[in-house]
Structures are given as C-alpha cells and as structure tokens.
C-alpha cells in the first residue's frame, strides 16, 4: 500500500502531475477577492476567514477528477481492482495522496495568502488549525465524488454537483472556526464538530467509495 | 493446479451475452478464446479475473491466484520502466524485478521513461509486470493488439516459459498468437438466448 | 397474502398501478381542493400575520411531502442494493423530479410568506437554508442518473449517492441551525407536542398534507411506470442492435 | 366570494397561484412522458414481432 502511496506522490510531483495546481488557484482566488470586493482593508480583514475556506475547499474540488481519471485511462484501476490491496485501503490511499499533494500546501499557504487579505492577527493561528482538520473531509469526501463520476466522459461539472452539497457541512464549521478565532471568541465547539465530520468521513467513506468503483469496474 | 469454469453465464450492460461456458485448463496449458469482436470474450475474461460478478456458474480458481491483463497495460508514461515495474512488484510483494527485467530484455530501457517506449516495448512491460505478480494464472485480453511479428514471438515465447514454469493461460483474441499448440475454445455457441419475451422479468427483456 | 415482493415484477407493478391509479389520483384531486379551498376561504385571519397565515397551506404540505420524498428515495434506494429489484431504483428515479418540485413550492412559498415579516424576500434562515441544501441533494441525484447509460450502473451509483447524501444532509441540516440562529416560527404542525396551531387552521392543513400526500404517490406510480416502460424499450433496442 | 385577504393579498395569492401553477406543470409533464413511453414500447414491441 505504501507502495501506492509513493507511486501517487511521485505522480503528482512528475512534470505535469499536477502538484501546484491547487496552490495557484487558491492563490488566483484569493488575488481576484480584493478585485470583486474592493479594497477596503476593513472590509477585507471581516470576510478573509471566510474567503481562505471558500478557496482551498475550491482548490480542492478542482484537483478531484485526477484522483482516478489517469488510472482509469491507462486501465492500471484493473489492475489494482485485481491486485491483493484491498480496494477500501486503495481509496483511503488516493486521499490520503489527494490530501498531501493538495490539501496540505494550502493549509500552509494559507496564513501567507491570508496577509493578502490583511486577516487580522489572531486570526491566523484558527485558520490553520480549521483547514488542517477540514481538509482531510475535503479530499475524501471529493474522493467519494470522483469514483461516482470515474467512468463518466466529462464528468467534471457533475462532480461538482455531487460533492458541493456534501462539503457544507466541513465548510460551514470550518469557516466557523476560522471567523471566530479572528474575533478572538472562543472556537472549540465548532472545531470539535469539524474534526467529528472528518474522523466520520475518513472512517465511513473509503467503504462507499469502493463499493462505488466495484460498480464502475464491471 | 488447475482452472475448472462450469457453465458460466456473463452479462454486459445487464444484457446476458454468453451462458452455459465450461472448460478445464491443465497446468502448463493455454487455451485461447476465440469469437468475432463484441461477442463477450472481453466479459468473459473480466468475469474470471474476478472484475465483475457472473450471473450463474463457478469458476474454479480463487481471484487471489489470477493476474488479468488487459487492452492497456496500465503503464505509467511519466515513471521510468524500472518505477513502473518496482511499483507493481511491491503491490504484489514479490521481491525483485531483475529476473523480469532480464526475461523481457528490458534492462537496456531501465531508466527510459515508459512514455518513450514503442508499443512492442511498452507490452514486453506489460508482461514483464505478469511475471512480478508472481501469480500461476494468467489471463490475457487481446495480448498481441498492435505487436509486430518479431514481438508476437517474443511474446509467445514469454508464454511458453510461463507455462513450462507450471503456470497455465487464459487469452482471448481474435488474431494470430504466434501460439500454434494452445488449445481452442470458440465461444459462439455459448451466445446467451434471448429469454422469451412473453413476461418480462428484472432484466426487462 | 402473497408478499410485497411480488410488486417488484415490472409486469406486475404495471398492472396492479393501472388498477390504483385512477382511485388515487381522484381522491389527491378531491382532497387538495377541499383542503385548499377549506383553507382559503373558510378560516379567519391570524391577528399578527393577517393574511398570510394562509400560505401555510402550500407551504407546510410542499416542505413535508419535499423531506417524504428524500425518505421514499432512501429507502427504495436501501431495497435495490439489498434485494436487487429493478422497479424500487426506478421509484426512486421516479420520485426525484417530485421531491425537487416540492422543495421548490417549499422555498418559494416560504419567501413570499416571509417577505412581509421579514422585510426581505430571501432570509437565510436555517430551515429555508437546509431546504437550498436537499435541492441541491435532489439536483445532484437526477443529474447522475441522467449522466450513465447503462441503468444498472446507474442504479447503483445512485442508490449509494442517496445513501451518502442522506447522511450529509442531516449534517447540513443541523450545521445550518449552528450557523445562524433563525427567524423561522415554531412547528405549526406537530402530531405529539401540543403547542401546534390551534385547531380551525389545524383540519384544513390535515387534508392538505393528506391531498399532497395522494398526489405523490399518484405520480410516483405514474412516473414509475413510464421509466419501466423507458427502460423496457431500451431493452428491447438493446436486444435489435445485438441482432438476436 | 372573495375572502377579506387584508394588505397581503399579493403575497397569499402569488403563492397560491404559483404552487398550483408547479404542480399542474409537474402533473402535466409526467403525464405527457408516460403517454410517450406507452407509445414508444407499443411500436418497439410491435417492430420486434412477439408481442411482450
């Protein structure tokens, strides 16, 4: 299984595997906020929690489809379907790869873009903290979504459909969170239902999601 | 060691397409599948290899013993031949990969990025990798698609090595093997009858 | 009696909704205009929300029948994977665009009841919000079953969608009311409590729910039939094309 | 005839008018689909000969 899992990373690192793309969107999302809204630190600062959540969960959703896309072309998803891995551990490894190769660089880019929006100073510690257990839900909540539309041509819109709805819940705690910790009020309830949703997620889905590929593979 | 099918009936997109397959495969043997295209070998052979459930019958082997290939090797075009093969070796925790890296002659290539290979090198690869799993069974969808001469005898030469090894082989295709003395099965007369239309079940029909 | 599972032959299914079908429809069709008109015209106006207190009669039916018909789906979801049978995938299939009409009647009969007293035609309240959320649940599963051909596929990737979706719905459900309080008023219909609204606007409301209750099923059993006869062509076709 | 609706009749009586403008919609529709399917499957059935 380990082995699956350095064969991802070093996917993902490769030429054209995709590393930094969701590190540039977030980055392009958050770069585009002050253009829409303006200016106004005032204004900025309020609604910077908010909008360090709403891009990594976006940068997140875009990285999704190339969880399973390029082993489905190439047909090693056969393979694996065939290899003594359990599918459930193989599709707890794919998040896990979606989550370090994505999720992590954007909860470490996220108190550097958080400057951008002049986030106010305690702010910074919760925003790190809420994305560092929010993402984890994220990437195999989207790994669900993407085994659903693995084997469908274009499937990238109606992932979205299918995963937004499932991220409110991670994302209404997590932003929070975020909000909260800026206001200096105290965030643990929140932040203990954020890291339930998660622990639920990583626990229960690997088991949809395989079941799902299983489907897909006849 | 041997793979016994008793009348195995598969379906493809819920429609049955062949019922009632039986055959017996003897270790060091191989048995070729032939039949026109869309006839049900490709489902047939998934069927087997344990990628999808049949709709009736037993097949005699478990899963665990199968290595199945098919149309594309699963090969990865931006890792290095030897990446791609230590991947699987480790999925399949056999322990080296040097003597399939010798069987194949792909040492030469070690290093080359597998997008770089033609495609009688990227299915030695892909043989090569049946040969990591280390399993007895082998089963082969269209194995010689797009192999020029002098590789489809590479290829049957890997074959006959693996089944002087004790191993046995399972193919379907409809071209040359290059394998004169395998068995033939042809699998038209296993085509699913259409169930009688008076009183459609489940299955609509 | 012979056991419900002999419904799940689609021949049979057909056969035995033909018979049901013409009752049901009649009687949803009688108990919506009775309730509706005993509601419009027959009850007085509530001293604080004047008028508009009539509007509960679309909007409580729409918003119960909306959470029923995700119910309905889950369900006939859980017997397709559990016992295979391909008419309770296609109920639930049948069922979807209904469910998804109904939130809509919810939210926007809730807005246009909330815009006197709230001053503003949206509010994000968090019964209206968690309402949002289950369409966009209900979007996500008719957008699935329409993007596979081959029905089995679908019906099994739907099935474990709802699965999901359910759960995460009840998720939103309850984040939502953690994420803003709420301007929504109390429940004006409950079967154990007492404090719901008092009784000459409580019958009408029974026969309402009871109309709107009828008229999903009535078009359960419609839309069902019309997917078994859909799936039946396209069996058939399939079948040409092979050439047997 | 007309209930005294008070200073909300816009809002009583959009809502009423498009709740059942919807659900005559919906019904509409799924009856139009299934008069649809019911013809469909009758030519199908019939071009294939035995009569299912």
Redesign the interface.
């Given at each position: 299984m380990i082995a699956l899992l350095t064969r991802d990373l070093r996917l993902a690192v490769r030429a054209g595997g995709g590393f930094g793309l969701g590190l540039a969107f977030f980055l392009i999302v958050v770069v585009l906020v002050p253009f829409g809204v303006g200016p106004q630190s005032a204004l900025l600062a309020k609604i910077a929690s908010g909008i360090l959540w709403l891009g990594s969960l976006l940068a997140c959703l875009l990285s999704l489809d190339r969880i399973f896309a390029l082993d489905w072309e190439d047909g090693s998803l056969d393979l694996l379907a065939t290899a003594p891995v359990p599918l459930e551990a193989a599709v707890s490894i794919k998040a896990l790869a979606h989550w370090l190769t994505t999720g992590l660089p954007l909860v470490v880019a996220a108190p550097v873009f958080g400057m951008l929006l002049n986030l106010p100073g305690p702010g910074y510690g919760p925003v790190v903290l809420s994305l560092l257990l929010g993402t984890p839900a994220l990437s195999v909540i989207g790994t669900f979504g993407a085994a659903l539309t693995v084997g469908i041509k274009r499937g990238g819109l109606l992932l979205s459909l299918l995963v937004l709805p499932l991220y409110v819940p991670t994302l209404i705690f997590g932003a929070e969170v975020a909000r909260r910790g800026a206001d200096q009020m105290d965030y643990s309830t929140p932040m203990l239902l954020l890291a339930g949703i998660s622990c639920g997620a990583i626990a229960l889905l690997p088991f949809a999601s395989a079941a799902v590929l299983r489907v897909n593979l006849r | 060691m041997e793979l016994t099918v008793t009348d195995l009936a598969v379906a493809r997109g819920g429609v049955p397409v062949l019922e009632g397959v039986s055959f017996t495969v003897m270790a060091g043997e191989a048995l070729v599948l032939r039949g026109p295209n869309g006839c049900g070998k490709t489902t047939l052979l998934r069927t087997v290899a344990g990628l999808q459930p049949a709709l009736a019958g037993q097949i005699g082997l478990e899963r665990e013993a199968m290595a199945y290939a098919g149309h594309s090797d699963g090969i990865k075009a931006v890792l290095s031949v030897r990446e791609n093969l230590q991947f699987w070796a480790d999925v399949f925790a056999t322990g080296s990969i040097e003597p399939a890296l010798e069987a194949f002659d792909l040492n030469g290539l070690k290093d080359r990025p597998a997008g770089s290979l033609s495609a009688g090198q990227k299915r030695r690869l892909g043989l090569a990798r049946m040969v990591v799993t280390g399993r007895p069974v082998w089963v082969l969808d269209e194995p010689t698609v797009s192999l020029d001469v002098s590789a489809v005898e590479m290829f049957a030469g890997a074959v006959r090595t693996h089944l002087r090894g004790g191993g046995l082989a399972l193919m379907a295709t409809h071209i040359d093997l290059g394998l004169d003395e395998a068995r033939v099965l042809d699998v038209r007369p296993f085509k699913a009858k259409a169930p009688a239309l008076d009183d459609f079940d489940g299955a609509f029909l | 009696m012979a056991s419900i599972w002999e419904y799940a032959n689609p021949k049979k299914f057909i056969a035995t909704t033909d018979k049901l079908l013409p009752w049901v429809s009649a009687l949803a069709v009688v108990a919506l205009v009775s309730g509706l008109i005993w509601g419009f015209f027959f009850t007085p106006e509530d001293y604080k929300q004047g008028s508009t207190v009539k509007i509960i009669y679309l909007h409580v039916p729409a918003a119960l029948m909306a959470i029923n018909a995700w119910m309905m789906m889950l369900v006939a979801s859980l017997v397709w994977i559990v016992r295979r049978h391909h008419v309770s995938a296609l109920a639930a299939r049948a069922a979807a665009p209904i469910g998804a009409t109904m939130t809509v009647i919810a939210l926007v009969t809730g807005a246009i009841w909330g815009q006197p007293m709230w001053g503003t035609w949206w509010e994000w309240d968090p019964r209206l919000t968690s309402f949002l959320i289950l369409f966009l649940f209900y979007l996500g599963y008719m957008a699935l079953w329409a993007a596979i051909e081959n029905d089995d596929t679908a019906a099994d990737l739907t099935s474990i969608l709802c699965l999901v979706g359910s759960v995460f719905a009840l998720l939103s459900r309850y984040a939502v009311n953690f994420w803003n309080q709420g301007l929504h008023q109390g429940a004006s219909l409950s079967l154990d409590k007492e404090e719901h609204v008092n009784d000459v606007y409580y019958y009408p409301l029974l026969v309402c729910i009871a109309g709107f209750i009828l008229l999903f099923v009535a078009l359960v059993f419609l839309r069902t039939q019309t997917e078994i006869r859909a799936r039946r062509t396209r069996a058939l076709l399939a079948r040409e094309r092979l050439g047997q | 005839?007309m209930?005294?609706?008070?200073?909300?009749?816009i809002?009583?009586l959009?809502?009423?008018a498009?709740?059942i403008v919807?659900?005559v919609a919906?019904?509409a529709i799924?009856?139009l689909?299934?008069r649809k399917?019911?013809a469909?499957?009758d030519d199908?059935?019939k071009?294939?000969g035995?009569?299912?």
């Open positions: - | - | - | 005839m209930p005294e609706l008070g200073k909300y009749e809002e009583v959009s809502s009423y498009v709740s919807i659900i919906l019904v799924s009856i689909r299934s399917a019911r469909l499957l199908v059935e071009r294939s035995r009569n299912g």
